[in-house]
Nanobody
């Protein structure tokens, strides 16, 4: 089954940084918009960032805007999420997901509409 493998999560103090990576298993990212989502205990899964298939368009949730940066390297078939100035409220399991977009420049959709998912990587921000 097609899915992603996320990596790069861990424990970090407030103000610290982490870089998450997301690589697909069984397909190439070239024609997919890719999003990062997160889910904290007891909360719904939240979309936090998206990048279109070419990397020319990005979008961020207000909660992470100015602190997180999404990027992709289609040659390496990998999407990244650079997370800076982390806060305790960023603690969650982080997932990447892909949505087939063909050659359009369209972006992501809410979680329920994404095609493929990873199993997630835990990010914990603590003092």
């Amino acid at each position: 089954q097609l899915h992603f493998v996320e990596s790069g999560g861990g424990l970090v103090q407030p103000g610290g940084s982490l870089r998450l990576s997301c690589a697909p298993s069984g397909f190439t990212l070239e024609y997919y918009a890719v999003g990062w989502f997160r889910q904290a205990p007891g909360q719904e899964r939240e979309g936090i960032s998206c990048i279109n298939n070419s990397g020319g368009k990005t979008d961020y949730a207000d909660s992470v805007k100015g602190r997180f940066t999404i990027s992709r390297d289609n040659a390496k078939n990998t999407v990244y999420l650079q997370m800076n100035r982390l806060k305790p409220e960023d603690t969650a399991i982080y997932y990447c997901a892909a949505l087939f977009r063909g050659t359009t420049e369209s972006m992501c959709v809410p979680a329920i509409g994404m095609d493929y998912w990873g199993k997630g990587t835990q990010v914990t921000v603590f003092s």
